[in-house]
């Protein structure tokens, strides 16, 4: 069975930096795209970044969240992390982890994902 755990949440302050980390089990991760979503209270859920495996692993991201975040992954422990810088207030909301089987694609859809944790929540305060 596929499971994915993510970690790192919790009440951070406006401006400091956050590290998120999703740890992925089961056969054959080593082989999907992992990718980050991130959801707020009334809204879609939106996508974030993520690293495919086609040839080598590729980081793929959200125009609008380059340059403040970063997204990597270590294959040996089939773990994702999410860096985001200088935290803002509209950064409010759960972020879940995602595995799409098809590693060879770059995907930013929900609907292409096949597994999800069950995220951890970031709450920014000023």
């Known amino acids: 069975q596929v499971r994915l755990v993510e970690s790192g949440g919790g009440l951070v302050q406006i401006g400091e930096p956050l590290i998120l980390s999703c740890a992925a089990t089961?056969?054959?991760?080593?082989?999907?795209?992992l990718a980050w979503f991130r959801q707020s209270s009334g809204k879609d859920r939106e996508f974030v970044a993520g690293v495919n495996t086609w040839r080598r692993l590729s980081a793929y991201m959200e125009e609008s969240l380059q340059g403040r975040f970063l997204t990597w992954r270590d294959n040996t422990k089939n773990t994702l992390f999410l860096q985001i810088n200088s935290l803002k207030s509209e950064d409010t909301a759960r972020y879940y982890c995602a595995a799409d089987e098809n590693g060879g694609r770059q995907s930013r859809n929900v609907g292409d994902f096949d597994y999800w944790g069950q995220g951890t929540q970031v709450t920014v305060s000023s």
């Open positions: 089961g056969r054959a991760v080593n082989t999907y795209t």
